[in-house]
Every structure is written in C-alpha cells, then in structure tokens.
C-alpha cells in the first residue's frame, strides 16, 4: 500500500494512504475504501534510511488505521528533491546533513517586514539550500503593514525570486494562486508570523503561534516538528519549525554558480581555486564587458559569501 508522510514523532510516521479505485462495476467504485491515515514504523531491513515528511512509501501489515494499530515501512520511494541543512558549516560535518523536507517543488521563503526585521543573510543561506536541492523559490513578505516591502524586494529582484507580499488580516488570495496544486514547503526563522500564515490558509491546521520578544527581537520556536497539511483548494504545505541557522557545508560553490548561468562562462579565464569572491575573479571583467548585469555578479558574491559565513542570522 502506499502512503505520503505528512508528520514524523519519534520513530512513528504519520502516512496518508489513498487506495487505488477498484475497477469493475459501479457497485464497487462505490465501495472503494476511503483515504485514511495510517501510522507506521520504520522496517528493521531499512536500516539507517532516512525517512522524513514529504516522503513516499511502501507499507505493508495493518494498515487499516484503526486506533493502537501499526504498519511497517519496508520501501521509500525514489525522490524528486530534497531540502537539507547541515548541522553547521564546517568541513566535518560528513553524515551530519539534516534532511528537512523531502519531494517538495516550491520553498517558500517567510520573512518579516519588521518584528523582527528581515534578515537576508538567512534569506542568502535558504536560497543556495533551495537551489541546491533544485526547487523553486517564493518570498513570502508579511507584516507589511508594518514596514514597506520595497527595500527588500529590491535586494532579490535581480535573482529573479518571485514575491508576494502580505499582512496579517489581508488577502492571501495571490499566495494561494502560488500554492495551489503544488508540495511547497514554508521555511523561516521564528516569530515572521509563519504559523498564522498556516492558520489562515489551513483554517484546521492548529498551529500554535507566539509573540516576538521585544528585548531580543526573535520569537519562540512554537512549531516543534515539520508537518504535511493539504490545502482547500488542492496542494500540499509542509510547515517546518522556525530556524535560526541553515547551515550548507554540503553545498558546493558549483553548485550556486549553476543558478547563474549568464555568469558561468565568465568563470573561464578565473585563476585555478578562485572563490569569485577577490579581485583577481574574471568575472568583473566579464561584466564590464557588458555580458551579465553588474547587480547579478552582487547577488552571486553575496550568497557566495552567505554560504561561506557564520549561521548567526543577523543582517
């Protein structure tokens, strides 16, 4: 039988199963089985795999549903992406990646206008994970009745990351049209108003939801593990809890520079080992030459730098 996890507690794993339609006459289309969630455990034959929300498995034993029953999960499917982060960012972190959300196409940047104040250098770190793992991106901006939007949308503009901007009591109607029919994953540091974004697209999601510090300026971390809720309108967001570092020792500086590839050719004539980050990077020249956008070049040496900096999330 297969299932879709959308929560994963201490080695039991939530599983929504959806039965296949039975084929025959009408009178047992009537009879398929409804979808049901299914709790599982991790089969011993499994050994170390991984299995996160987002995942799809194989199950097998009672997978009824019934109260104080068990299936097992004996197969995780092939993926079509996964979000990591490592523990920090130092070179010995082999193992130590943690996996966050798994299948996912969409990663939905979520980030305050004002209380807290945003914090691109995060913004940076979210965007080489999303681009290491080759999803696509959205900046979700709330609380702009606090603040406006447009220093910050300026910032990634020449990333080309498409934005929505919201507050608390408004129209998510545009957020929505992003959302539907996709798996996005939310993503933010605590206290940008992640859960009530939840809420209010979920209306039974339940999330709970906290109040900024006001000497700190940072929230509680109130969403504790990651969960799969479906949408009304079709689609899939996974909540993940608030983040205070992403770090990306397991990204390659490669592989940001894939995410611009009207700078790539410009890395031709750069010195063996250059970090594209010093003055003797080819790429200046290459964009005096007129071939990329000067504020393309800022963007890559930004995050270049972002992947390379500390995990404290301060701008």
Same mark, same amino acid.
């Given at each position: ?44 034959? &499994? ?12 199950? !097998? ?11 097992? !999960? ?52 979210? &965007? ?56 996005? !994953? ?90 594209? &980050? ?8 290459? !964009? ?28």
């Amino acid at each position: 039988m297969q299932g879709f996890v959308v929560a994963v507690d201490r080695g039991r794993y939530t599983t929504l199963v959806e039965p296949e339609r039975p084929k025959g006459s009408a009178q047992k289309r009537k009879q398929q089985p409804q979808r049901r969630l299914v709790m599982a455990m991790k089969a011993r034959e &499994l050994g170390r795999k991984g299995i996160v929300v987002g995942d799809r498995v194989a199950l !097998v034993g009672d997978v009824s549903g019934r109260p104080d029953t068990l299936a097992r !999960v004996v197969r995780v499917e092939p993926r079509t992406s996964m979000l990591r982060r490592s523990a920090d960012d130092t070179e010995d972190t082999d193992g130590i990646e943690r996996p966050v959300v798994a299948n996912a196409d969409q990663l939905v940047i979520v980030t305050a206008l004002a209380d807290p104040p945003p914090r691109p250098r995060m913004i940076d770190r979210i &965007l080489v994970a999303a681009f290491d793992a080759e999803i696509d991106t959205l900046l979700c901006l709330t609380k702009s009745d606090l603040a406006p939007p447009d220093e910050l949308v300026a910032l990634y503009e020449p990333l080309g990351v498409p934005h929505v901007v919201v507050h608390k009591g408004g129209s998510l109607e545009e957020l929505r049209d992003h959302l539907k029919g996709r798996i996005s !994953v939310l993503v933010g540091h605590s206290g940008v108003g992640k859960s009530t974004l939840v809420n209010a697209l979920v209306p039974d999601a339940n999330r709970a939801v906290s109040q900024v510090n006001a000497v700190t300026g940072r929230g509680r971390h109130t969403s504790t593990s990651a969960v799969a809720l479906e949408l009304p309108e079709s689609g899939w967001i996974i909540d993940t809890p608030g983040v205070r570092s992403f770090g990306l020792a397991h990204v390659s500086m490669e592989t940001v520079l894939a995410a611009f590839p009207d700078l790539v050719e410009g890395t031709v004539d750069c010195p063996k080992g250059c970090t594209h &980050l010093g003055p003797e990077c080819a790429l200046d020249a290459w !964009v005096a030459a007129g071939n990329a956008e000067p504020a393309r070049l800022r963007s890559l040496r930004r995050l270049l730098s972002s992947r390379e900096g500390t995990l404290d999330d301060t701008p």
